[in-house]
Nanobody
Framework: QVHLVESGGGLAQAGGSLRLSCAAS?????????VGWFRRAPGKQREVVAA????????YYSDSVKGRFAIARSDAENTVFLQKNRLMLEDTAVYYC?????????????????WGQGTHVTVSS
């Protein structure tokens, strides 16, 4: 079973940057894995923000973060990152990393089998 641990959350100012990390233990990320970052803002449902096909590096971004966030992977570190630039107040949320043993891009909550505990991000003006 994959165990995921997020880190890197905290307080940031609007317009600033943060980098979230998601480290996997147990089975490693690798071929035939889809990995994604989701967020749950206060009073809202959990939504996908970015996803990557570990096999070929193909990525997906939601419209709300496209051009500001970037998902990246490190095979050596067995870690996936979410670089968040030009932060906005509406980026305030709990961010979750998720993984599933499937090829391709996965963007639905129900696509994923493994979830981290979440890391809080607060963006202030």
């Amino acid at each position: 079973q994959v165990h995921l641990v997020e880190s890197g959350g905290g307080l940031a100012q609007a317009g600033g940057s943060l980098r979230l990390s998601c480290a996997a233990s147990g089975p490693t990320f690798g071929a035939d894995n889809a990995v994604g970052w989701f967020r749950r803002a206060p009073g809202k449902q959990r939504e996908v923000v970015a996803a990557v096909d570990w096999t070929n590096g193909r990525t997906y971004y939601s419209d709300s973060v496209k051009g500001r966030f970037a998902i990246a992977r490190s095979d050596a570190e067995n870690t996936v990152f979410l670089q968040k630039n030009r932060l906005m107040l509406e980026d305030t949320a709990v961010y979750y990393c998720a993984a599933t043993p499937t090829e391709g891009i996965a963007t639905m909550n129900t696509d994923y089998d493994y979830w981290g505990q979440g890391t809080h991000v607060t963006v202030s003006s």
